[in-house]
């Protein structure tokens, strides 16, 4: 819809299918997808079906459907994640320049970390 959306906008594009994308869980208020430029197998992107910019400017219904997705999907990762000598994973969100955002669309990274000895590839 209008408001939701932002034309130029490549994450919404992405949300509408206008732009393809590997998509991984969709659910009434989130959209989550792989990262094109992945910095570890299985970098992913959780986003809202709402274009704002920064996290301060998603409606609370939006940021409540986002945390569940990246738990279900660091799950379905299939990490050696309750190890404490194990897999882990970062889950990062940029906000303006300076703090390295560059797609202007709220979006969470989850960034697999593997241990290299765990042979979990
Ligand atoms: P930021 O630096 O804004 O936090 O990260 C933006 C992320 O979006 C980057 O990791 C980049 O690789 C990813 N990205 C940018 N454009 C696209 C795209 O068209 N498709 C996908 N799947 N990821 C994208
Ligand atoms: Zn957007």
Known sequence: SAITHEASCIFCKII???IPS???IETKHSYSFLDIQPTAKGHLLVIPK???AK???LPDEYLADILPVAKKLAIAL????D???GDGYNILQNNG???HQVVDHVHFHLIPK???KTGLI
């Open 16 to 18: 509408k299918g206008e």
């Open 22 to 24: 590997f998509k991984l």
């Open 50 to 52: 709402y274009h704002g």
């Open 55 to 57: 996290l301060h400017n």
């Open 78 to 81: 299939d990490l050696n994640i």
């Open 83 to 85: 190890s404490p000598e």
């Open 97 to 99: 320049r300076i703090a």
């Open 114 to 116: 593997r241990d290299e």
